[in-house]
């Protein structure tokens, strides 16, 4: 991951062109406005500050519309440029809003992916943040630091740690001793990163976050058949976590008893997320916030979890299946699968099982 790290905050000073925007989005100019002909070349020079909502949006906002959801605030929205789906763009035209004659609309192929672009070249660089290594921060002169890494106020670096290029931590964080950071890493504010964890190249670990900790394991101490206390097992392997993974805040992944807890390449955790020891996240998974995997369980590659789920010890969830929200996982889930509920279900089942509890009680009700 070569491009310049960025935090989550938008620039002040963005400014930003429709040629820009359509250079970055694919997509295309597909009004006059009334301001330039068929073409509407001079839409081309119209220039917006700031991404904004639709509701209220000025002259220099730019804004998305991608949802029928939102088309209530079409009335009211004036942004220089408005970023649409090719579905919207003859409805638009039809309407006689005064969107249609005072933006410039571009329509892209995928509107939603169009905005994840263009979020990023209105963030704040984290050089606007952070400022070569702070006075204040604790760095053991064993650590290896490359070119162009960023540390902030009151971190504490431990003995042989490696960061790579261009990486930044934020005010407060802790890296272990032998840990390692790949290039372009971003560390946002007090996150803490035991001893031995690597983390791989673009990757964002958000405030509050804790890597490494030990896992929740203890042998039960007996006497007569009776548990009269708890034997702490203490936990020896480490976390790896690949390329270009994102981390919410606040969120646990603990060190495995023996070996690793992994995270793969390209996954996405949100918030408040609990990754259990020696479980293991596949390439590019998707885990919403509230979500614990319990140890040893497994997700599959580009598998989907929603908000509040709990998995179960050694839970298996195949590669590209979904789980949905507030669903208890006690088994595994094929690949491709769909399921949720607690108990969880296949997702058809479950849609019928609840059918026949509203027939039931409709029933019950005439009786």
Same mark, same amino acid.
């Not at 789906?85 to 933006?103: D, H, T, Y």
């Not at 162009?148 to 971190?155: A, E, L, M, R, T």
């Not at 020696?278 to 590019?284: I, L």
């Given at each position: ?81 408005? $970023? ?33 672009? $263009? ?71 007090? *996150? ?6 690597? %983390? ?27 548990? *009269? ?17 994102? %981390? ?24 408040? *997320? ?11 998974? %998707? ?45 595994? *889930? ?34």
């Amino acid at each position: 991951m070569d491009t310049p790290s960025r935090s989550s905050s938008p620039k002040a000073d963005s400014e930003f062109s429709v040629t820009q925007i359509l250079d970055w989005t694919g997509g295309r100019l597909v009004n006059s406005g009334g301001k330039g002909g068929p073409e509407g070349e001079a839409l081309r020079y119209i220039r917006v500050k700031k991404p904004a909502p639709l509701d209220g949006s000025c002259s220099t906002d730019l804004s998305f519309f991608f949802s029928r959801e939102y088309e209530s605030e079409l009335v009211s929205a004036r942004p220089g440029i408005l $970023i649409t789906g090719e579905a919207f763009v003859k409805p638009l035209e039809r309407s006689g809003l005064p969107l249609w004659s005072g933006s410039a609309v571009i329509a892209c192929k995928d509107p939603y992916f169009a905005m994840a672009l $263009i979020s990023e070249k209105f963030a704040v660089g984290t050089s606007d943040v952070v400022q070569g290594i702070h006075q204040t921060a604790v760095v053991d002169p064993s650590v290896e630091i490359s070119p162009g890494v960023k540390i902030g106020p009151h971190c504490v670096i431990e003995k042989g740690v490696r960061i790579g290029a261009r990486s930044v931590l934020y005010a407060g964080c802790y890296v272990g001793s032998g840990s390692v950071l790949g290039v372009n890493a971003v560390v946002f504010p007090n *996150v803490t990163i035991y001893e031995g964890t690597v %983390i791989g190249s673009g990757v964002r670990i958000h405030a509050g976050t804790v890597i490494g900790a030990d896992g929740f394991g203890y042998a039960p101490i007996t006497d007569g058949g009776s548990v *009269v206390g708890h034997q702490k097992i203490y936990h020896l392997g480490r976390v790896v976590i690949g390329d270009d993974v994102e %981390i919410g805040a606040n969120s646990c992944i603990d060190r495995s008893t023996f070996g690793e807890t992994r995270v793969d390449s390209h996954a996405k955790l949100d918030n408040h *997320v609990h990754v259990g020891h020696n479980a293991h996240v596949g390439e590019g998974a %998707i885990i919403c916030g509230g979500t614990c995997l319990a140890g040893n369980a497994k997700l599959g590659k580009y598998a989907y979890v929603g908000g509040l789920t709990g998995i179960t010890n050694h839970v298996r969830v195949g590669d590209g299946a979904k789980v949905g929200a507030m669903s208890l996982l006690t088994k595994d *889930v094929p690949p491709g699968g769909v399921v949720l509920g607690n108990p969880q279900r296949d997702h058809k089942e479950y849609f019928r099982a609840h059918a026949l509890l509203s027939r039931l009680l409709a029933e019950r009700r005439k009786q």
